[in-house]
T-cell receptor, first 115, second 114 residues
Framework: DTGVSQNPRHKITKRGQNVTFRCDPI?????LYWYRQTLGQGPEFLTY????????KSRLLSDRFSAERPKGSFSTLEIQRTEQGDSAMYLC?????????????FGQGTRLTVV | AQTVTQSQPEMSVQEAETVTLSCTYD???????LFWYKQPPSRQMILVIR??????QNATENRFSVNFQKAAKSFSLKISDSQLGDTAMYFC???????????FGKGTLLTVNP
């Protein structure tokens, strides 16, 4: 399967713990996006990478959140000191071209539950 | 602020019939892109159709077509000859010129009944 891969698919953690999610984009895609989707809502933009550069970070991402994309390949999203409000589906997407010119391909997401 | 509104939380349609999903949006931009995405149960989101705001002609992709009314800021999706595999959550989304950031609506859950 050459689609966008996200790991783990599910994560249950206790409040206050740190968690890290991984996204492997489609190999030739230089653009990578993270979104968060809570129950009953559409996805909300979190951050955008072009190659290894993080070009925008949403105000939704508090200081507890950090995303990286070393060497412009896979990306990680870390949440420190998790809170119950962090429970959501975290979606990763990648594209070869800008959204107006090409298609963003989404992964199946990582579902985080904070207990 | 740019917003996307989907006023139909749920819809159902009989197999082989036609259904239209509504979407309205608000933006002050003149050049933007609109999208419909499909999210099947426990599957990843996939792009259904895309519309460039500067194009007057409505986009079509096989059984899927849009009715884009720029002045009214309306962007509805028509699914013809509905199939059981069309059962999914459908999201309307806009890119208001950033070329990387999508604003999604809350989605419409479409169920196709046999």
């Amino acid at each position: 399967d050459t689609g966008v891969s996200q790991n783990p698919r599910h994560k249950i953690t206790k409040r206050g713990q740190n968690v890290t999610f991984r996204c492997d984009p489609i190999s030739e895609h230089n653009r990578l996006y993270w979104y968060r989707q809570t129950l009953g809502q559409g996805p909300e933009f979190l951050t955008y990478f072009q190659n290894e550069a993080q070009l925008e970070k949403s105000r939704l991402l508090s200081d507890r959140f950090s995303a990286e994309r070393p060497k412009g390949s896979f990306s990680t999203l870390e949440i420190q000191r998790t809170e119950q409000g962090d429970s959501a589906m975290y979606l990763c997407a990648s594209s070869l071209m800008a959204l107006g010119e090409g298609e963003a391909f989404f992964g199946q997401g990582t579902r985080l539950t904070v207990v | 602020a740019q917003t996307v509104t989907q006023s139909q939380p749920e819809m159902s349609v009989q197999e082989a019939e036609t259904v239209t999903l509504s979407c309205t949006y608000d933006t002050s931009e003149n050049n933007y892109y609109l999208f419909w995405y499909k999210q099947p149960p426990s599957r990843q989101m996939i792009l259904v159709i895309r519309q460039e705001a500067y194009k007057q002609q409505n986009a079509t992709e096989n059984r899927f077509s849009v009715n884009f009314q720029k002045a009214a800021k309306s962007f509805s999706l028509k699914i013809s000859d509905s199939q059981l595999g069309d059962t999914a959550m459908y999201f309307c989304a806009g890119d208001w010129g950033s070329n990387y950031k999508l604003t999604f609506g809350k989605g419409t859950l479409l169920t196709v009944n046999p």
